[in-house]
Nanobody, 127 residues
Framework: QVQLVESGGGLVQAGDSLRLSCAAS????????MAWFRQSPGKEREIVAT????????YYADSVKGRFTISRDNAKNTVYLQMNSLKPEDTARYYC????????????????????WGQGTQVTVSS
């Protein structure tokens, strides 16, 4: 497992932007598939976006496609989530996750498929 620390959440208005960051420990960060999930009170944790170790391929949930961008800087052991055109329904606690086992060419979207998690960062979007 690796240690993950998220930052960048906050309270914004609808239409604003935020960038979340997730700093990871470990010397083999570039081999980890990374993902962002989110969870609202009373709801299950849901996938937001995933990115392969090389950063060459990404996946987005339909609800954020075209508004959010996941990226990574392997030299800094950091993954990012740029969130634009935020909506009130984006309000949630956002979690960074790492899958340290071999992923191949698959984008895993289930929470149980990731073995390391950060503590989360709250994003609140007011209307």
């Amino acid at each position: 497992q690796v240690q993950l620390v998220e930052s960048g959440g906050g309270l914004v208005q609808a239409g604003d932007s935020l960038r979340l960051s997730c700093a990871a420990s470990g010397r083999t960060f570039s081999s980890y598939a990374m993902a962002w999930f989110r969870q609202s009170p009373g709801k299950e944790r849901e996938i937001v976006a995933t990115i392969r170790g090389s950063g060459s391929s990404t996946y987005y949930a339909d609800s954020v496609k075209g508004r959010f961008t996941i990226s990574r800087d392997n030299a800094k052991n950091t993954v990012y989530l740029q969130m634009n055109s935020l909506k009130p329904e984006d309000t949630a606690r956002y979690y960074c996750a790492a899958r340290t086992s071999y992923s191949g060419g698959v984008h895993y979207t289930g929470a149980k498929q990731y073995d390391s998690w950060g503590q989360g960062t709250q994003v609140t979007v007011s209307s």
